[in-house]
């Protein structure tokens, strides 16, 4: 029979409550692409043509970004399991630097569709009809989101790199780094269906 | 009153009855309390984390709360809020909106809790085929929790950006689709209901047996019926909308889901009844609960089929007959077990007993003065007396009358089942570690039990049943 | 509790997962360019579909981890797909 005297860690579980977290938060946005899907179907052409007003290259260098920075994460566990902690830490650093690269174009991104006059609720949009208030009202709430997410992702980093200077995180005891992964992962997956769907498909 | 307030007051009713009590209600009380104790365990797995859920609790209760005192007045929506209303309304939408979003997020949290814990902290030889019922409902709703909330969360944002920055998504003078919104909130809000009700029937499934004295009958059934409910309920929320202009194809098609999902319910009903077929029952406050509870379900149930399918819903839509309904399912229902779980599981909590006489004279009370108040509201209904109307015409006013005095009733026993259980957890009688014979671990132990439950971690391998 | 040994992935696995990551981006990029009509839908959806394997499997470890993972992240999907289905059902035959 097994006493357990004191609270024990238990890795495993801190991993399937992430997940689970991550189940909610993939149907969160599971629910925009719920939106989007039945608005274009409705305004299939206005969405066709709206999408081309959305800048490719940028679109193309952001998901070049987050992909790499994808395996820069991942990278960071792998060095901490082999106890090879700056390593680690470099891979970390790298991600959040393509983290802020990744916001810095978005915001570049934003500043011209505001300066075009596109953005929730301005008169030109209205103009436009109505397939094409909710293809912008969508990419910006969608992306917004993913933005906001990115932010609460990098912050998760930035703790995580704190925890292993000092040493709260080490190579016996990752499940937090693993976590923050994790999480910085789903940020990436929910590009890879924000990218075609706005930019590509057209 | 006038109908402004009456709006409000319907409304602020909705919203903190459903998201602040119902929802949370069986989990956060009887759950917390007895889900580790059932399995074996000292506490949840993420102690934090349900602190953290608890205080989002209060956050989510004071932003709802702010909605009533601030300016622009209580909101007037509805508890649906259903779009377009719900951001041109100048009445104070956004609190009541956050305040729902955040207590969702605390539900998540809870649900997260509770799936890991039963996952990752059962006692050695407890196992998902022998885990108690209560715990399997409990887990059933956790899924339900992960799975359903996160959509309301993503709607409620929605309806929050429309109202600041008139983006159109729900909005048909921009192209939106106010049916999209009634879609979306209704994938969550009809799993709500089964996060609501299943926690009740896996109290039920407690307690009796318990008073009948035997084992459950078809512990395997009612475990498949539980998560049978889980899945098939997530697919039949546009049952709420068959008047709302759907295609005809999805009315069909929700309808016939809709009538599928009534047959776990009716297995777990089936088997409650042939538990107590030849058990030696024990006739005590907490069964005479669940009795009810199962005659005010059953009610609810079957009138629920009369709006599961379309033709009928057409006739009594949006009438006091959906109220009637809804009530005995929740109320009757849902507030019954709750109350057979306090009078099952208090003398463990408290380690003292309340006074039968006077809870059994709290039930009493209680049983009549809810048919009296809600089952006029059928024939009300039926007749075509609409619902959320401050006034009504004359010809229903004799019913009405019923009504009102069926509340005073339900009132009376209510209070008098309340205080008769604070009397009793205060200074009732000593209760002893197992005053009901009750099978089930938590009457292992102490009550109340110690701070962590147990001093050594039971082991079951040995042990053919813990059910 | 014994859980066996992590399983650690090599950085050349990864590796050549962005490897494969980046060459799906460019396909999808290259065959959304060349206009096939409702069919380009279709193929920048599967690819996409395609990557997020990619990602869930080898970044996110899915592959190395418990079956309990595997079954409900499985779930998580098919139960979308059925939702945006079943609200299908309303828009198609409207
Ligand atoms: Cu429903």
Redesign the pocket.
């Known amino acids: 029979m097994e006493t357990i005297t004191n609270v024990h860690r238990d890795d495993e579980a801190s991993k399937l409550g992430m997940w689970l977290f991550i189940f909610t938060e993939i149907l969160l946005f599971g629910g925009l692409f719920i939106v989007y899907s039945i608005y274009r179907f409705n305004n299939a052409v206005a969405f066709h043509l709206a999408g081309e007003e959305l800048n490719d290259t940028i679109g193309i260098i952001n998901t070049v970004i987050l992909l790499t920075s994808s395996m820069t994460v991942a990278m960071s566990l792998t060095a901490m399991q082999k106890g090879n902690i700056r390593l680690c830490l470099g891979m970390i650093a790298v991600t959040v630097l393509l983290g802020l690269v990744f916001l810095t174009n978005k915001y570049f991104e934003w500043g011209i569709k505001f300066e075009h006059g596109l953005y929730p609720g301005s008169a030109f949009l209205k103009e436009l009809g109505h397939g094409d208030i909710m293809f912008f009202g969508l990419y910006f709430m969608m992306t917004g989101l993913h933005a906001l997410h990115i932010i609460v992702g990098l912050t998760i980093l930035v703790v995580v790199a704190v925890f292993i200077r000092k040493g709260r995180i080490r190579p016996d005891k990752y499940a937090f780094l693993e976590n923050g992964g994790l999480y910085w992962h789903l940020v990436d997956l929910i590009w890879i269906f924000l990218f075609p769907l706005f930019y590509l498909i057209h | 009153m006038g109908p402004q307030t009456y709006n409000s007051f319907f409304t602020v009713h909705g919203i903190i009855m459903i998201f602040v009590i119902v929802i949370p209600g069986l989990p956060a009380v009887f759950g917390n309390f007895f889900l580790p104790i059932m399995i074996g365990a000292r506490d949840v797995i993420f102690p934090k984390l349900n602190l953290l859920s608890w205080y989002l609790y209060v956050l989510g209760i004071l932003t709802v709360l702010t909605s009533l005192f601030t300016f622009g007045g209580a909101p007037d929506t509805g508890w649906t809020f259903y779009a377009p209303y719900s951001f041109k309304t100048t009445t104070n939408m956004f609190p009541a909106v956050l305040g729902a979003f955040i207590l969702g997020f605390s539900s998540i949290l809870t649900g997260l809790n509770f799936i890991t814990t039963i996952h990752r902290m059962r006692a050695p030889g407890m196992k998902f085929s022998n885990m108690p019922l209560f715990v399997w409902s409990i887990y059933g709703t956790g899924w339900i929790q992960l799975f359903a909330t996160p959509i309301v969360g993503i709607t409620l944002m929605m309806v929050i950006a429309e109202r600041f920055l008139h983006i159109g998504f729900f909005d048909p003078a921009l192209g939106g689709d106010p049916v999209l919104y009634q879609h979306l909130f ?1 994938i969550y809000s ?1 799993p709500a ?1 089964y996060i609501m009700i299943l926690p009740a029937m896996g109290v039920i499934s407690e307690i009796i047996p318990t008073f009948a004295r035997k084992g459950i009958f078809g512990y395997n059934a009612i475990v498949a019926s539980t998560m049978a409910i889980a899945v098939v309920g997530y697919f ?2 546009a ?2 909308m068959f008047t709302s202009g759907m295609s005809t194809t999805a009315q069909f098609t929700f309808s016939l889901l809709t009538f599928l999902v009534a047959i776990p319910s009716a297995i777990k009903v089936f088997n409650w009844v042939a538990t107590l077929y030849k058990g030696s029952i024990r006739i005590e406050v907490p069964l005479i609960w669940a009795l009810g509870f199962m005659f005010l379900f059953m009610i609810g149930g079957f009138t629920g089929l009369f709006l599961g399918s379309v033709a009928t819903d057409v006739h009594v839509h949006n009438t006091s007959f959906v109220v009637a309904h809804f009530h005995y399912i929740i109320f009757g229902g849902m507030g019954s077990a709750f109350m057979a779980a306090a009078h099952y599981w208090l003398p463990k909590m408290y380690g003292r007993m309340y006074n039968k006489f006077w809870a059994t004279v709290g039930w009493a009370t209680f049983f009549i003065g809810f048919n009296v108040l809600y089952f006029p509201m059928f024939i009300l209904g039926y007749q075509g007396m609409p619902r959320r109307y401050y006034d009504y015409l004359g010809q229903f006013h004799n019913l009405n009358v019923v009504s009102t005095i069926g509340s005073w009733i339900l009132a009376t026993g209510l209070i008098i089942t309340i205080v008769n259980l604070i009397r009793g957890a205060r200074n009732g009688p000593k209760a002893g570690m197992n005053p009901w014979e009750g099978r089930t671990l938590e009457w292992t132990v102490p009550s109340p039990p110690p701070p962590e439950n147990f001093d050594v971690i039971p082991d079951l391998t040995s042990t053919s049943t813990a059910h | 509790m014994s859980e066996g040994k992590a399983h650690i992935t090599n950085y050349s696995t990864l590796a050549m997962v962005l490897g494969s990551l980046l060459v799906l981006t460019w396909a999808t990029v290259s065959i959304t360019s060349i206009n096939l009509g409702p069919w380009s839908v279709t193929a920048a959806l599967l690819i996409a579909l395609l990557k997020a394997t990619l990602v869930l499997l080898y970044f996110m470890h899915l592959k190395f981890d418990s079956k309990l993972l595997k079954i409900s992240f499985t779930a998580v999907i098919v139960v979308f797909f059925l939702v945006i289905l079943l609200t299908f059902f309303d828009y198609l035959f409207r």
Request: proline share 0%; charged share 0%.
């Open positions: 209704w009809h209901v039949v929320w049952h709420h």
